[in-house]
């Protein structure tokens, strides 16, 4: 029997981290993502493992690069500043393939911002915040269910590619309670003989971002990266199309606004004009060859973000014809509106 | 059954539970819900609030950003929230705390001295049962009363679940 309880997105995706075998927790609070290590405090003591509050963003990330050499499951979750806290030891932990997951709550910005729910953190996530060619898979739930089941396959991709994920939820995921049925552990084994696990009977393994010396070259390292990100980006992009094969009117959205806009799309079909929504699941890789599918027959492409554009730029090299393209967002922590959704996909039709 | 609800009032008052103990009532129900606090700052010494969505359907938005439900346990939040009310829709207002009466003619207002059972029934802390308990009563189809008191052992904490006899008076007494 698969019993639901309710419970919010923060803690959902506490227990999905445990679920999945995750033992070591490392954070510094942040609002509105505190109760993620407030949950793993209570938690992980109980399951053997390790909470620990570090002593700032940077102590935490750089824990985590240590307990992912040594070959653990391992998290490290924050909301936008203290991410932007975490992007050397990002940098770092992609140059020595290293495999975590990293949550980020986002909050308003730039700057300490506010502790409403936003979306600002596309660009920093999908891009690349710190330094150097790199990428990080980047996944975005839109429900507490959601929280918890990417999770669980967060660290199942980490391991297998050897790579960060971050799960990139908003406030507004991280405080809502729903019900939720709790994932299954999903039983994959991951061999791990690149980690320090004390070098018994073999040659001793390293694990390092720094390459000076031609015999290790670096870019020998960066195209060993570009194939692994191109194979990423060929087998884990993740989308929902909703309504979209006969949609005159795509809306694209991930997360939070993209509820808002189900319930546009809902609303507008009620009235009988052709809409559908496209939501992406993967921000990194993201969907393009399925969003081309879905906005085929759109006349237009309502972009909806809790940001003033930056997800927008993805869709525009996505789709044919992106002058079809138009934006909609709030920020600062405020929301997208399905009336003003509504408004704009009327207006089209005029 | 499709209900937008606000529960609003000063820290302390018990709203966010209020509100969780609707949704664990009518999730056990095979209800869809969700319930999304006010939280950090704006729980510091002002108002709080929550949002919740009861639906027969699959909730798309979690947002409130227009109730069907308003419930309001002091001024303030009956000042916030009276205008937000849809219309045709149900005010629930706590008439120990707020002289006032709502202004609004298009809607249901229905006064109740939450504060006042819950003393009667010798607690100063459970007038936001008096509120569930008086939603419950014009409002079933959400969630049975019993539904809604088994949901009590789920939401509140161990340590406060001694005063659940308590809570079930005040429940009972506001919903008669």
């Given amino acids: 029997m698969n019993e639901k309880i309710l419970m919010k997105g923060n803690e959902a995706l506490g227990e999905a981290a445990?679920?999945?075998?995750?033992?070591?927790?490392?954070?510094?609070?942040?609002?509105?993502?505190?109760?993620?290590?407030?949950?793993?405090?209570?938690?992980l003591p109980q399951e053997g493992g390790t909470f620990l509050q570090a002593e700032s963003e940077l102590a935490a990330i750089n824990m985590v690069y240590g307990a992912s050499a040594a070959g653990a499951?391992?998290?490290?979750?924050?909301?936008?500043?203290?991410?932007?806290?975490?992007?050397?030891?990002?940098?770092?932990?992609?140059?020595?393939?290293?495999?975590?997951?990293?949550?980020?709550?986002?909050?308003?910005?730039?700057?300490?911002?506010?502790i409403a729910g936003s979306q600002g953190d596309y660009f920093q996530s999908t891009r690349g915040g710190g330094n150097g060619d790199y990428r990080q898979l980047?996944?975005?739930?839109?429900?507490?269910?959601?929280?918890?089941?990417?999770?669980?396959?967060?660290?199942?991709?980490?391991?297998?590619?050897?790579i960060a994920v971050l799960i990139l939820?908003?406030?507004?995921?991280?405080?809502?309670?729903?019900?939720?049925?709790?994932?299954?552990?999903?039983?994959?084994?991951?061999?791990?003989?690149?980690?320090?696990?004390?070098?018994?009977?073999?040659?001793?393994?390293?694990?390092?971002?720094?390459?000076?010396?031609?015999?290790?070259?670096?870019?020998?390292?960066?195209?060993?990266?570009?194939?692994?990100?191109?194979?990423?980006?060929?087998?884990?992009?993740?989308?929902?199309?909703?309504?979209?094969e006969d949609a005159d009117y795509l809306l694209v959205a991930y997360g939070t606004s993209s509820r808002i806009c189900r319930e546009a799309v809902n609303e507008l079909r009620e009235e009988g004009i052709k809409a559908g929504l496209f939501r992406?699941?993967?921000?990194?890789?993201?969907?393009?060859?399925?969003?081309?599918?879905?906005?085929?027959?759109?006349?237009?492409?309502?972009?909806v973000e809790m940001s003033l554009g930056q997800m927008i730029e993805d869709v525009k090299l996505s789709v044919k014809d992106p002058e079809r393209v138009d934006f909609y967002g709030r920020s600062g922590g405020m929301l997208p509106e399905t009336d003003e959704i509504k408004r704009r996909i009327k207006a089209y039709g005029n | 059954m499709h209900e937008e609800i606000i529960v609003a009032g000063f820290g302390g008052q018990g709203v966010i539970m209020a509100g969780k103990l609707l949704c664990v009532a009518a999730m056990n129900e095979n209800k869809y819900v969700s319930h999304i606090p006010s939280y950090g700052a704006e729980m510091r010494g002002g108002t709080a609030n929550c949002s919740v969505v009861i639906s027969d359907k699959e909730i798309s938005s979690p947002t409130v950003p227009k109730p069907s439900i308003a419930i309001v346990m002091n001024a303030p939040s009956l000042a916030k929230f009276e205008p937000r009310v849809k219309p045709g829709g149900l005010l629930i207002y706590n008439s120990s705390l707020i002289d006032q009466k709502p202004k609004r003619t298009d809607i249901t207002t229905v006064g109740i001295k939450a504060n006042d059972i819950s003393?009667?029934?010798?607690?100063?802390?459970?007038?936001?049962?008096?509120?569930?308990?008086?939603?419950?009563?014009?409002?079933?189809?959400?969630?049975?009363?019993?539904?809604?008191?088994?949901?009590?052992?789920?939401?509140?904490?161990?340590?406060?679940?001694?005063?659940?006899?308590?809570?079930?008076?005040v429940l009972k007494k506001a919903n008669s």
């Fill in chain 1, 280 to 303: 992406l699941i993967t921000a990194w890789p993201f969907p393009a060859e399925a969003l081309r599918i879905a906005s085929a027959k759109a006349k237009k492409i309502l972009t």
């Fill in chain 1, 138 to 162: 980047v996944l975005t739930p839109a429900t507490v269910q959601e929280m918890a089941d990417l999770t669980v396959l967060a660290f199942d991709l980490a391991d297998e590619y050897r």
């Fill in chain 1, 18 to 43: 445990i679920i999945a075998g995750c033992r070591f927790y490392f954070g510094y609070p942040i609002t509105p993502q505190n109760e993620v290590p407030a949950y793993m405090s209570r938690r």
């Fill in chain 1, 169 to 244: 939820g908003d406030g507004y995921l991280g405080q809502i309670s729903e019900a939720l049925v709790l994932p299954k552990p999903t039983g994959k084994v991951f061999e791990k003989p690149w980690a320090l696990t004390g070098a018994k009977g073999r040659k001793p393994n390293k694990v390092a971002s720094l390459r000076l010396v031609p015999e290790t070259s670096l870019e020998e390292l960066n195209l060993v990266l570009d194939e692994k990100y191109k194979k990423i980006s060929a087998k884990e992009c993740r989308s929902e199309s909703y309504l979209t």
């Fill in chain 1, 73 to 114: 499951r391992v998290m490290t979750s924050s909301s936008s500043p203290g991410i932007s806290l975490k992007q050397e030891g990002l940098s770092y932990i992609a140059g020595a393939e290293l495999p975590c997951v990293v949550v980020n709550i986002m909050r308003g910005g730039p700057g300490l911002g506010n």
């Fill in chain 2, 119 to 169: 003393e009667a029934e010798g607690s100063l802390r459970a007038a936001n049962m008096a509120a569930i308990g008086k939603l419950q009563a014009l409002k079933p189809e959400i969630a049975s009363l019993d539904s809604v008191i088994k949901a009590l052992d789920v939401v509140i904490s161990a340590r406060n679940r001694k005063h659940n006899d308590t809570n079930i008076k």
